[in-house]
C-alpha cells in the first residue's frame, strides 16, 4: 500500500491551463500590425511582397490547418513552394520558420489567453530539447543533406502521419485526459523528441515537431486531443522560433554555407498579415466543429502530398520502395509506442484500483 501511495505521489498528468483573459490576444495584434507595416514601409518592399500574393493565398489554409491541427503552416506551404513554386527546399524550410514562429505564436497566445489546457511540463522539456537539437541540426546536418532527401523526408514523416491518423483517429478521439507519469518520465520524453526531432526532422525540413509532440502524447499519454493539439502547436511555435535565429545567425556567420534567400523575407511580409489570424481562427473553430472531420481531411492531404513529391521527384522503383517502406517502418514504430501507452495505461488504472 505504502508502495502504490508513494507511485501516486510521484505521477501527475502535467497538465496546466492558464486563467482565461480577454486582453492578451487583442494587445498581441494591437503591437504587431503596426510593427508589420512599419517594416514594409521603412524597407521598401511592399512592390516585393505584393509580388509575393499567391504565398499569401495559400497561407490562408496553411495558417487555418496550423491553430486547427498539430500539423504547422508549414506543412502546408513546404508543398506549395518547393513543387508549385520551384523553389528549393531550403527556402520551403526557412519560410516555415517564418510563418509558424508568426502563425503559431498567435495561436499560443490565443490558447493561453482563452485558458486551454497544456502538457505543459512535458512542453517545457521539448522546448529544451529544441533548443539544443535545431541550432546543432542547422549548423551539422543541413549543410549536407541533399535536396532530394529533404524532400523525401518531409513526404515521408508526413504521409506516416496521415496513415496513422486513418488508422487511429476514432480511438484518439475516445481518449480523456491523459495518461499520469513521473516527473522524470516526461524530462526524458520531452528531451527526446526535442533534441531527435529538433535535430533530425525540423532543422532538415522546417517542421515536424508538432507531429512528434501530437504523436508522443496521443500514443504514449494517450492524451485528450484538446490537450494535445494545443500542446504540439505551442511546440511547433517554440522549435520554429528557435530555428528561425539560428538560421539567421549562421547565415550572418557563413551566407556561403549557410544562404538564406531575400524572397523568403517578401513572402513572410505578404503572409504575415493572414497568418497571424488565421492560426488563431483555426484554433477557435476546432471549439465549435468536430476535429476529426478536420484531422481526416488533413491526413489525406499527407497521403496525396507524399505521392506528388515523389512523382515531381522522379522516384525510380526502387526510390518508391524505399520511400514507402520509410512510411512503414515509421508507423511499425507507431505501433510499438501505441502499446508502450496501453501498458502505462493499464499500469495506471491497477494502481488506482489500488488506492
Given amino acids: 500500500m505504502a508502495d502504490t501511495k ?47 500574393w499567391p504565398v499569401a493565398a495559400a497561407m490562408v489554409f496553411g495558417s487555418y490547418v496550423a491553430g486547427a491541427t498539430p500539423m504547422g503552416g508549414g506543412t502546408v506551404a513546404f508543398p506549395i513552394l518547393v513543387l508549385l513554386m520551384d523553389q528549393p527546399p531550403s527556402v520551403g524550410r526557412a519560410f516555415a520558420f517564418a510563418a509558424q514562429s508568426t502563425g503559431m505564436t498567435s495561436a499560443v497566445i490565443f490558447i493561453v489567453a482563452s485558458g486551454r489546457p497544456l502538457a505543459l511540463r512535458l512542453l517545457r522539456w521539448t522546448m529544451l530539447g529544441s533548443v539544443i537539437g535545431v541550432p546543432i541540426g542547422l549548423a ?14 518531409f513526404a515521408c514523416l508526413w ?45 532538415v525540413t522546417g517542421v515536424g515537431i508538432e507531429m512528434l509532440v501530437f504523436t508522443a502524447l496521443l500514443l504514449i499519454r494517450r492524451a485528450d486531443l484538446k490537450i494535445a493539439i494545443p500542446t504540439a502547436v505551442a511546440g511547433a511555435a517554440f522549435a520554429s522560433l528557435v530555428g528561425l535565429v539560428a538560421s539567421s545567425a549562421l547565415h550572418a556567420s557563413d551566407p556561403a554555407r549557410h544562404p538564406l534567400s531575400p524572397g523568403v523575407l517578401h513572402a513572410w511580409l505578404a503572409a504575415a498579415p493572414i497568418i497571424v489570424l488565421g492560426a488563431p481562427l483555426g484554433s477557435f473553430m476546432m471549439s465549435v466543429i468536430p476535429r476529426t472531420w478536420t484531422l481526416l481531411f488533413v491526413a489525406a492531404l499527407c497521403i496525396l502530398q507524399f505521392v506528388w513529391m515523389g512523382a515531381d521527384s522522379g522516384l525510380s522503383p526502387g526510390g518508391w520502395a524505399a520511400a514507402v517502406g520509410g512510411v512503414a517502418a515509421a508507423n511499425v514504430a507507431f505501433v510499438g509506442l501505441r502499446r508502450a501507452g496501453l501498458r502505462f495505461s493499464a499500469g495506471e488504472s491497477s494502481a488506482g484500483a489500488a488506492r
Avoid at 144 to 153: D, E, F, N, Q, T
Avoid at 191 to 201: H, M, N, S, T
Fill in 6 to 52: 508513494s507511485l501516486a505521489q510521484r505521477r501527475s498528468d502535467g497538465v496546466w491551463r492558464a486563467r482565461p483573459r480577454r486582453w492578451p490576444f487583442p494587445l498581441w495584434l494591437a503591437l504587431f500590425y503596426p510593427a508589420w507595416a512599419l517594416t514594409l514601409w521603412l524597407g521598401g518592399w511592399a512592390h516585393d511582397a505584393l509580388a509575393q
Fill in 140 to 153: 551539422a546536418l543541413t549543410p549536407i543533406v541533399p535536396a532530394l532527401w529533404v524532400k523525401l523526408i
Fill in 159 to 203: 504521409a506516416s502521419f496521415g496513415v496513422l491518423m486513418f488508422a487511429r483517429l476514432s480511438e484518439f478521439a475516445r481518449f480523456e485526459g491523459v495518461t499520469p507519469v513521473s516527473a522524470r518520465f516526461d524530462r526524458s520524453l520531452g528531451l527526446g523528441v526535442g533534441l531527435l526531432g529538433g535535430a533530425g526532422v525540423v532543422a
